[in-house]
């Protein structure tokens, strides 16, 4: 990660200038992420055949093909598993007022908001990479 920050120590301003970046990026050209999750299955699925190990790399190659083919998919497929990780945590919570119960109850939200409108996963992601950049700068400079 040296190479990030220019020589500068670990978390300088390079990689908070690279994260804002990339999230600008992503926001302008919102499915960019879809298409690099893509692209990132299909190299590992490879890596996995040449490996041996077939059913897994086979599986990755579809995987990535079908997300190239169908890019919104892959936030459908985020939006299912978070309802369903939302579902679980609420009933491990025993349905007792506290901080697993609240973020259960976030988590199932989140993933309903994704079901019903599945661009808004590519923009969260995108301001996610701009906080962190803007928290690593912050940090760096020491602003706060």
Same mark, same amino acid.
């Given at each position: 990660m040296a190479w990030l920050t220019f020589g500068l120590p670990a978390g300088?301003? =390079?990689?908070g200038i690279i994260l804002l970046l990339i999230g600008i990026v992503i926001l302008i050209i919102p499915r960019i992420v879809n298409y690099l999750i =893509? =692209? =990132?299955? %299909?190299i590992s699925g490879i890596g996995w055949c040449i490996a041996g190990v077939w059913l897994w790399g086979i599986l990755a190659i579809i995987a990535g093909i079908v997300i190239l083919i169908i890019p919104r998919i892959l936030n459908y497929v985020v939006g299912i598993y978070l309802i369903i990780l939302g &579902?679980?945590?609420? &009933?491990?919570?025993g349905f007792a007022f506290g901080l697993p119960l609240v973020v259960g109850a976030l988590t199932l939200l989140f993933g309903i908001i994704v079901m019903v409108n599945p661009g808004v996963l590519n923009a969260l992601v995108a301001i &996610?990479? &701009?906080i962190q950049g %803007?928290?690593?700068l912050v940090q760096y400079y020491r602003w706060f």
């Open positions: 300088g301003p =390079a990689l =893509a =692209a =990132a299955l %299909i &579902i679980g945590q609420v &009933i491990a919570s &996610i990479f &701009i %803007i928290m690593l």
